[in-house]
Nanobody, 118 residues
Framework: QVQLVESGGGLVQPGGSLRLSCAASRSIFSPNAMGWYRQAPGKERELVARVTSYGSAEYADSVKGRFTISRDNAKKTVYLQMNSLKPEDTAVYYC????????????WGQGTQVTVSS
């Protein structure tokens, strides 16, 4: 089992920034991918960004140029720096961990709320 503990969500005004962090209790896959998904009310969960243990990253088109994902393999931690936030970024953000080539993550965090509102 892998536990994922997220932090950093909150309320921010449009145009503002937030940084999410997620620490994994252990790493059981090599290589692996850690990432962030989000789910807004009434919508399906969607990929925001993910990064592999060898540093390859991918982003949803809606966040390219605004969000940056990074990771510290020694700390088993992934970060999501979110800049120029928009109201449509409001959602519960979930950390994920799994095999690189798996169609979906094997483990999920509990979720952290991000609200972008004036």
């Amino acid at each position: 089992q892998v536990q994922l503990v997220e932090s950093g969500g909150g309320l921010v005004q449009p145009g503002g920034s937030l940084r999410l962090s997620c620490a994994a209790s252990r790493s059981i896959f090599s290589p692996n991918a850690m990432g962030w998904y989000r789910q807004a009310p009434g919508k399906e969960r969607e990929l925001v960004a993910r990064v592999t243990s060898y540093g390859s990253a991918e982003y949803a088109d809606s966040v390219k140029g605004r969000f940056t994902i990074s990771r510290d393999n020694a700390k088993k931690t992934v970060y999501l720096q979110m800049n120029s936030l928009k109201p449509e970024d409001t959602a519960v953000y979930y950390c994920s961990y799994g095999r690189v080539y798996s169609p979906s993550p094997s483990y999920w965090g509990q979720g952290t709320q991000v609200t972008v509102s004036s």
